[in-house]
């Protein structure tokens, strides 16, 4: 009888088992599925709209001219334009407020200048290259993005500032003291050290935006784009984190709900319903 009792537990267990191996098995299917049968964006070819892939030099972007000419975006073939016939040009070097209405279409531009989406109408160039023209790994490389919600890795600080290894750890220790992640006192070294979680949440929210400028300054790209960068970061900050960013030179794309942060831009653009409704000195 006991060892009757002994098969019963001996064949629970085993169906156990088999449910979860099946479980699993399902698990490993679907995560088969979405490598193999998600449509992912080419990295290397460029062939968009019949748009022949351009010769670019090693260093393109080398000067950092951004050109929007008549730009439609559709998120979707059903849905109304998200950017309606928007036009404007940032000069090298130059910094660009922008500003608008939520859903006026300010993170959409962004959207269509790293052809997160491609555009329907009109053309964007960067150094007079049409951006459908540039692999997207290189179009990718070549434009330093911070946004609003910071993207951070689990590993250390370290690895967060500068994932390729390709920094010095002076030139990384001058990144976080100018903005303002390790005072001077600080030991930098261990500081680099320092855990970053999963989605940096043992990280305060404007923290993880610090990271993600330092970042952006470690990557010396010529165009950079920072859509509502510094939204959770406090005024006193920001102002050090601008200037910091103003001595770069880089051709800047500021999109910002903070008056603030784009007062001191060379130009500010307002985008209403998806289209630019005026531009202009931010005196104006
Ligand atoms: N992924 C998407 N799919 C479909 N429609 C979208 C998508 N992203 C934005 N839109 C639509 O495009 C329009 C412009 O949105 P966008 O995010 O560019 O505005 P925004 O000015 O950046 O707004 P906010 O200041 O709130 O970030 C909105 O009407 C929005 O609903």
Redesign the pocket.
């Known amino acids: 009888l006991s060892y009757g009792l002994g098969i019963a537990y001996a064949l629970q267990g085993a169906l156990q088992v088999v449910l979860r191996l099946e479980i699993d098995l399902v698990s490993v299917e679907r995560n088969l599925q979405y490598c193999e049968e998600t449509p992912q964006e080419e990295p290397r070819s460029a062939r968009v709209h019949n748009v022949e892939p351009a010769p670019l030099c090693d260093a393109w972007p080398d000067a950092g001219r951004l050109a929007f000419v008549d730009v439609t975006l559709r998120?979707?073939p059903e849905?109304p334009p998200?950017l309606r016939g928007v036009s404007f040009s940032v000069e090298a070097g130059e910094r660009l407020g922008v500003v608008?209405?939520?859903?006026?279409?300010?993170?959409?531009l962004v959207s269509a200048l790293l052809r997160l989406v491609e555009v329907e109408n009109g053309a964007i160039s960067v150094d007079g290259v049409d951006v459908r023209s540039v692999p997207l790994a290189r179009l990718r490389a070549g434009i330093a993005v911070v946004m609003q919600d910071a993207v951070m890795f689990s590993g250390d600080l370290r690895y967060n500032l500068d994932p390729a290894r390709a920094c010095t750890d002076e030139a990384l220790t001058r990144a976080l003291r100018r903005v303002r992640l390790c005072a001077e006192a600080d030991d930098a070294a261990e500081k680099l050290k320092e855990a970053v979680g999963e989605g940096g949440d043992n990280w305060s929210a404007g923290q993880r935006q610090l990271i993600c400028l330092a970042r952006a300054i470690l990557r010396g790209a010529k165009v950079l784009v920072c859509d509502?960068a510094t939204s959770s970061i406090d005024a006193e900050t920001d102002g050090v984190v601008q200037g910091v960013l103003r001595e770069r030179r880089a051709t800047m794309l500021v999109?910002a709900?903070r008056l603030e942060t784009i007062l001191d831009s060379d130009r500010v653009l307002l985008?209403d319903a998806?289209a630019v409704a005026e531009e202009g000195p931010p005196a104006e």
């Open positions: 998120y979707r849905l998200a608008g209405r939520s859903g006026s279409g300010k993170s959409s509502e999109i709900h985008m998806g």
